[in-house]
C-alpha cells in the first residue's frame, strides 16, 4: 500500500520546528500577505528563507498558502510576492483564485501550483480542468465521501496529485467560503480575517421587545446553531489510504506548537503502522484526545450530515496540558526544560518525543536555573532544571493528563 504524504500545519517559526521534528514530510505556512490565516504569526521574508532551509535540509517539502481571495487593490504586490517565493526555494504554492493561479505561473513558472479546497473540487472533470491549466494537484472539497474520493483518484489525470483533509477544524461554509464574518464583523473570511460568528452563542430578539434576548432552546446557555465540530480520521486512516490520494492534510496553523507535534506525530505513528503492515497501537488515536479540540467527527466521509454541529456550546475539550519543552538533557537523564504552564513536586508528568511511546512518571525534585531547589514552578518560560526517566532529545514535550 503506498502511504501518502504527511503535511502539517506552521504558524510561525516555533510550530514549524515541531512539525518537522514530529514527522511532517510537508508544511504548509503563509507569509505575511494572501494567506487564508492572518490573525497568526506567519513568515517575513527572512523566516520564510530560514523556514525553506531548515525544511528542506530534512528532506520535507514547503508549500505556501497564496489562498486569498484578492481585490484589484490586492494585486499590485502579488507578482513580487511570487517572485520571492520562487527564489526563497518553496516548492509549490496554493491557491484559489483563477487569477493568482494563472499570475503565479507567470511570476513563479519553476514553483507546482496547488488549488486549495476553497476551489470546490467535487469531480473528476473539475480536477482534470485544473490540470489542463497547468495544477500539479488538486486539494479536494471536503465535503466529498470516502467512495467519491476513491473514484476521482481512479479516474484523474495520471500525474495529478490529490491531497484531502484528515484533521482538525471544520466550518459551516461550503469548502472554506464563507460570508458571515464580512457581514456580521467586518472581517472579510475569503481574506484571512475570519472572526468565526459560527462558533458565537446566538439568541433571538422579537422586533417588538428590543434589549429582550430568548433563548433559541430551553438550555441556559443557548445554543450554537453553526457550531461544527473537528475533523479526526485517525481511526480509518487505512480506509482514507486505500482510495489512492497523494496526500494528508492536518488543519492547524493558528494552532499551538503542541498541538502540531502531538497530531503530527500521532498520524506520523499510524501511518507507519499501516506501511509496516502491523496492528494500530490504540495509543495514537488516543494521542488527538489530548490536544484542545472541539468534540470529533468524521466529517462527510462516511455520509453526508458533515458529522453534523455541535449545539450545545463552542467550548474547547483538552485531555492534556503542556507543562514545559526539554531544551537539553544529559545521559542521566539530568534536563533543562522552558516552562509553559504550572505545575508541581509531587505531579504525575508525561514525556512526549517523537521516537517513541509516551511514559509517566512522577515528578519528586526540580531545582530553579540557580540550582536551588523548588516546589512549585508557577510562571511561563521560567528554566526550570529537573531529571527524567529517560534520556529526552531536545524538542521533547512535558505534559500533564487533564
Not at 502491523?278 to 462516511?302: L, M, N
Request: hydrophobic share 40%.
Amino acid at each position: 500500500m503506498r502511504i501518502p504524504e504527511l503535511l502539517a500545519p506552521a504558524g510561525d517559526m516555533e510550530r514549524l520546528q515541531f512539525a518537522l521534528q514530529y514527522g511532517a514530510d510537508a508544511v504548509y505556512l503563509a507569509g505575511k500577505q494572501f494567506g487564508m490565516r492572518a490573525a497568526v504569526g506567519n513568515f517575513d521574508e527572512t523566516e520564510l528563507r530560514q523556514a525553506v532551509a531548515l525544511a528542506h535540509a530534512q528532506n520535507v517539502k514547503v508549500y505556501l498558502t497564496c489562498n486569498a481571495i484578492p481585490r484589484n487593490a490586492d494585486l499590485e504586490t502579488l507578482p513580487s510576492f511570487l517572485e520571492l517565493a520562487q527564489d526563497v526555494g518553496v516548492d509549490a504554492l496554493i491557491t484559489a483564485d483563477l487569477g493568482v493561479f494563472a499570475m503565479a505561473g507567470r511570476y513563479a513558472p519553476r514553483i507546482d501550483r496547488h488549488i486549495s479546497t476553497q476551489a470546490g473540487i467535487l469531480n473528476t472533470e473539475s480536477a482534470r480542468a485544473w490540470h489542463d491549466l497547468g495544477a500539479n494537484r488538486v486539494i479536494l472539497a471536503r465535503e466529498m465521501s470516502l467512495a467519491e474520493i476513491a473514484d476521482l483518484c481512479a479516474n484523474k489525470p495520471r500525474d495529478l496529485e490529490t491531497e484531502v483533509f484528515v484533521h482538525g477544524a471544520m466550518c459551516v461554509s461550503f469548502s472554506g467560503r464563507c460570508l458571515i464574518s464580512q457581514y456580521l464583523a467586518g472581517r472579510d473570511a475569503n481574506q484571512g480575517g475570519c472572526a468565526q460568528p459560527c462558533r458565537w452563542k446566538y439568541h433571538l430578539v422579537e422586533e417588538s421587545r428590543p434589549g429582550e434576548y430568548m433563548e433559541i432552546t430551553e438550555d441556559t446557555e443557548g445554543t450554537h446553531i453553526m457550531n461544527a465540530r473537528d475533523l479526526s480520521m485517525i481511526a480509518h486512516l487505512e480506509a482514507l489510504v486505500s482510495t489512492g490520494v497523494d496526500s494528508l492534510k492536518i488543519e492547524g496553523r493558528a494552532k499551538s506548537f503542541y498541538y502540531a507535534a502531538v497530531v503530527t506525530n500521532a498520524y506520523r505513528k499510524t501511518l507507519d503502522c499501516i506501511a509496516a503492515r502491523q496492528p494500530i497501537d490504540p495509543i495514537w488515536i488516543e494521542e488527538v484526545e489530548k490536544v484542545s479540540h472541539r468534540h470529533y467527527s468524521t466529517g462527510f466521509y462516511f455520509d453526508n450530515s458533515g458529522g453534523g454541529q455541535h449545539v450545545g456550546d463552542a467550548s474547547y475539550i483538552r485531555g492534556s496540558t503542556v507543562i514545559g519543552v526539554v531544551e537539553s538533557c544529559d545521559k542521566d537523564g539530568f534536563a533543562t526544560v522552558t516552562q509553559r504552564n504550572r505545575f508541581s513536586v509531587g505531579d504525575t508528568l508525561e514525556v512526549l518525543t517523537p521516537d517513541g511511546l509516551p511514559h509517566s512518571f512522577v515528578l519528586d525534585a526540580m531545582q530553579d536555573e540557580r540550582g536551588e531547589p523548588i516546589e512549585v514552578a508557577p510562571h511561563p518560560m521560567r528554566v526550570i532544571q529537573l531529571r527524567l526517566p529517560t534520556v529526552v532529545p531536545p524538542g521533547g514535550i512535558l505534559r500533564r493528563n487533564d
